[in-house]
């Protein structure tokens, strides 16, 4: 018996609503086989976006079992997970998601500079791409020169970059014209027919008229997996093989890749928001001046009150405690000195020093400490 690519047992995911936890999902029991085309349907609130997150591993279940391949998702750390949906998954969004100031050949490398594929095999590769959903005269175009079913088809071939073994396409018709729609909704059963999974949430009954399965969920729960009877099988000869993967670089060749690249994204944002670049620029040095003009007025003003104090001067009087039993020496009598007993203030005796005997003398009276 084949193993299911996709499957999922027990499955439920809980989120904090104030006090109380909002169950998203209820207990879901799923298998998803290589190469089905499975369409997700349900009113808004009834978690099939849930479910399409935890599928794609953008979320985790708060209970229960999902594996892909075989490889229980539970047990895998961040930078496995973020593998996994690198090489395994394509996504599709409903407002496409594109970056701005790329273009649509670069919007489409974004998946193979993180998988560390080189530049010639990306450029290679994504131009390819681009040309079989006839965008091939749209490569350096941004998205805001690309009408919305060109933006797309853009992140159609970026979802297929890596291979995308499984492509989760979330409402892919939703802000598209009729016209437009019909295109993205060949483009998809194409690629199934190619050999890839295709998973389509929707709440448009037309558009998931076109899977071959039919899972129907409501509050959580799911409320119904049905075989599509009223589309036509397709030929099993026309089932292709699982979609090759690009070749990745080794860890060292595909860190400076990535180096490189982010210092090129880095420099054309730069370019493209050249107001907003100029108004940081300048906030930044307003703001560093301004430290570095604090710093030295301080500094300076520092200095200038060590400066007054030096210049006050000082008469420093040293005074120490000589040692038990220590005889110390004093002093000769000086031939000028003032004498030990200073006359009254009325008195009109002079006061200027003269010769004393060493009796009287003031250096007489000096005893040890």
């Known amino acids: 018996m084949t193993r299911p690519l996709l499957e999922l047992k027990g499955v439920t995911r809980s989120f904090l609503a104030g006090e109380k936890d909002f169950i998203a999902l209820k207990d879901i029991n799923l298998t998803i086989n290589a190469g089905e085309i499975v369409a997700i349907i ?18 985790h279940a708060s209970s229960g079992s999902y594996k892909v391949d075989g490889r229980e998702t539970s047990a895998m750390d961040d930078h496995e997970l973020a593998a996994l949906r690198r090489d395994h998954f394509g996504f599709i969004f409903q407002r496409y998601h594109l970056l701005p100031h790329l273009s649509a050949l670069h919007n489409v490398e974004m998946p193979a500079i993180y998988a560390g594929v080189g530049e010639s095999q990306r450029h290679s590769r994504a131009s390819d791409l681009l040309g079989r959903l006839g965008l091939d005269g749209h490569l350096q175009n941004r998205p805001s020169q690309l009408s919305g079913g060109q933006q797309q088809r853009v992140s159609i071939a970026r979802a297929l970059m890596n291979g995308g073994e499984v492509i989760l396409a979330d409402e892919p018709t939703g802000a598209l014209d009729t016209t437009s729609g019909k295109e993205v909704m060949k483009i998809l059963l194409e690629l199934n027919a190619a050999g890839h999974t295709v998973i389509i949430v929707t709440h448009d009954e037309k558009v998931a008229a076109n899977a071959k399965r039919i899972i129907e969920i409501q509050d959580g729960e799911i409320l119904s997996d049905r075989v599509n009877l009223e589309r036509p099988v397709d030929d099993p000869s026309a089932q292709g093989e699982r979609p090759a993967k690009v070749k990745q670089a080794s860890r060292l060749v595909a860190g400076l890749g990535l180096f490189s690249e982010a210092f090129n994204m880095a420099w054309v944002a730069l370019i493209s928001h050249r107001m907003r670049t100029l108004l940081t620029m300048l906030g930044i040095i307003i703001g560093i001046t301004s430290v570095v003009s604090i710093v030295a007025i301080g500094e300076g003003a520092k200095r200038y009150v060590l400066k007054d104090i030096q210049a006050i001067g000082s008469n420093t009087i040293e005074i120490f405690r000589a040692p038990t039993g220590a005889t110390v020496a004093r002093p000769p009598s000086k031939p000028w000195c003032y004498p030990t007993s200073r006359p009254s203030a009325s008195s009109t005796t002079s006061t200027a020093p003269r010769p004393m005997s060493a009796a009287t003398c003031c250096c007489a009276s000096r005893t040890s400490m």
């Open 42 to 59: 349900g009113a808004s609130g009834s978690g099939k976006s849930t479910l399409m997150n935890v599928l794609g591993c953008l979320d």
